[in-house]
């Protein structure tokens, strides 16, 4: 077969059914709203959970570091990409979450794959929930070591996986917040039990930072662990992009060494760490903020009870709802565009079969009647 029989094949195969993706270029977007040339839509889709992307305070932080460093890093951090302002966000993110070390990373699934590859080797095993993110999944698959998930924040199930022995380290994975089913992880229990297993514990904390927990330290803060790998990620609460790793310093020295996603990389743009830098400050005195949201989500779960859909048991800004069939999904979807609301469905793979779902997501900076004219189209007979 040629290259081209292989990729008219395979796009035959997925054209035409649900599975099929379409990107749509837009206008700009915020926690509220979506501008698209169609108009613009009540934009429950977005991740940006305090409006931070549009806040005018990081916006000139962004335009301070321009004039400063210009716009780009120019190379890797480890030849001259390495600025003064990615150091001091680093510091200002250890110093916050309470760790040695932050090391920057270009993006989530970045972070995620780097410490995985770095830290894994043949002898060693991965332990992980089986519903955490692409990214986390698709790093341990393809890494040398043992790959193993346990069921869905089951404690039990992890226990029968490390009780079995392993020649080489244990790594534990899990997400804080998981970003299809909006749940929390079981984050004390999993660190009893990676600890008592001379094991290690990584959380993907991409949709609890800035969210929960004192000062928006995340979903370990709030649980009161401490694992030995944090990763948080800036494309969510933070409203810009980008990532950290969070660990003790012989851990970050290692990664300096090994992590060919860091070494190999260039260093996101000194004005995009002005800029988060303020983002963290904007955070921690974000209690307001995130009152509003925790507001909205209480709202929302009040008045959607009685909806004709499974509305999945979530206390975070992450409110599932699962319609079942992708056909009804996607159409339903459709449907509520045409009421200038932009909820997208989610499908297969991306949660498991059976489980298409619109995946709402509610933010600080929705009002009551944005909320209440999500609920009222999706009362409307016939959905």
């Not at 009893?192 to 094991?199: D, F, G, I, R």
């Not at 694992?227 to 950290?244: H, Q």
């Not at 760490?273 to 995130?290: F, P």
């Not at 209480?298 to 599932?320: G, K, N, V, W």
Request: with cysteine; hydrophobic share 40%.
């Amino acid at each position: 077969m040629n290259w081209s029989d292989f990729l008219s094949r395979r796009l035959a195969e997925r054209r035409g059914t649900p599975l099929w993706r379409n990107r749509q270029a837009h206008q700009g977007a915020d926690g509220r709203l979506l501008f698209t040339s169609n108009g613009q839509y009540l934009n429950f889709s977005s991740n940006d959970y305090l409006g931070l992307s549009r806040h005018p305070q990081i916006i000139a932080a962004w335009q301070r570091g321009a004039d400063q460093y210009g716009v780009g890093s120019g190379s890797s951090g480890h030849v001259t990409g390495y600025t003064a302002a990615h150091h001091e966000l680093e510091q200002q993110l250890a110093e916050w979450l309470g760790y040695s070390r932050a090391l920057l990373f270009i993006s989530g699934y970045a972070a995620n794959q780097g410490v995985i590859a770095a830290l894994m080797e043949k002898e060693d095993r991965i332990i992980a929930d089986r519903l955490s993110h692409a990214s986390l999944m698709e790093a341990a698959m393809h890494s040398s070591a043992q790959f193993r998930r346990f069921l869905h924040n089951d404690i039990d199930s992890l226990k029968q996986h490390l009780t079995k022995e392993c020649v080489g380290k244990t790594l534990v994975v899990t997400e804080g917040i998981f970003s299809m089913d909006g749940d929390c992880a079981p984050l004390e229990l999993l660190a009893q039990q990676t600890k008592s297993s001379n094991s290690w514990l990584m959380v993907d904390d991409a949709h609890g930072i800035g969210i929960h927990g004192e000062e928006g330290r995340g979903s370990c803060w709030e649980q009161n662990i401490k694992p030995e790998i944090l990763i948080v990620t800036f494309g969510k609460a933070f409203g810009l992009s980008g990532a950290a790793v969070l660990c003790d310093g012989h851990t970050a020295e290692y990664m300096l060494q090994y992590a060919r996603h860091l070494i190999y990389s260039t260093s996101m743009p000194p004005a995009q760490a002005v800029a988060l830098s303020e983002a963290v400050r904007q955070i921690r005195a974000g209690e307001a903020l995130r009152q509003s949201l925790q507001n909205n989500i209480h709202y929302f779960r009040h008045e959607a009870q009685h909806l004709p859909f499974s509305l999945m048991d979530s206390r975070t800004a992450i409110q599932p709802l699962v319609v079942g069939d992708n056909e009804h999904c996607i159409a339903l979807s459709e449907q509520l565009r045409q009421k200038n609301l932009w909820v997208k469905g989610i499908l297969p793979p991306t949660v498991p079969v059976g489980s298409a779902r619109l995946r709402i997501t509610l933010t600080a900076s929705h009002t009551r009647q944005d909320i209440d004219a999500l609920l009222e189209a999706l009362h409307e007979p016939g959905y």
